[in-house]
């Protein structure tokens, strides 16, 4: 089993930035492939972004490209997602997954946190 707990939702101005962190514990963090998920009201939850269990390969949705940047730290079992230049329609609730190996092209994963909402004011 692999828990994952996100931080560092919040409310911030559109043009803004937010960093969040997922904390994974329970299994062998290295051989986990990391993703984050969001889901905005109405709307089903979407793929946002991807990080591989080997060597850091990494895959975004096009909404998101050029703007969100993901990273892991193997040393302290975490998963990052930078955004920058956030715009209103980012505003949703943000989910972190995890998949033992895996690929950064595949949505589906094993294992999920219970999300952190992200809202961007206009």
């Known amino acids: 089993q692999v828990q994952l707990v996100e931080s560092g939702g919040g409310l911030v101005q559109a043009g803004g930035s937010l960093r969040l962190s997922c904390a994974a514990s329970?299994?062998?963090?290295?051989?986990?492939?990391m993703g984050w998920f969001r889901q905005a009201p109405g709307k089903e939850r979407e793929f946002v972004a991807a990080i591989s269990w080997r060597i850091g390969v990494t895959n975004y949705a096009d909404s998101v490209k050029g703007r969100f940047t993901i990273s892991r730290d193997n040393a302290k079992n975490t998963v990052n997602l930078q955004m920058n230049s956030l715009k209103p329609e980012d505003t949703a609730v943000y989910y972190c997954?995890?998949?033992?190996?895996?690929?950064?092209?595949?949505?589906?994963?094993?294992?999920w946190g219970q999300g952190t909402q992200v809202t961007v004011s206009s």
């Open positions: 329970g299994r062998t963090f290295n051989s986990l492939t």
């Open positions: 997954a995890a998949k033992y190996l895996g690929i950064v092209y595949d949505y589906e994963y094993q294992y």
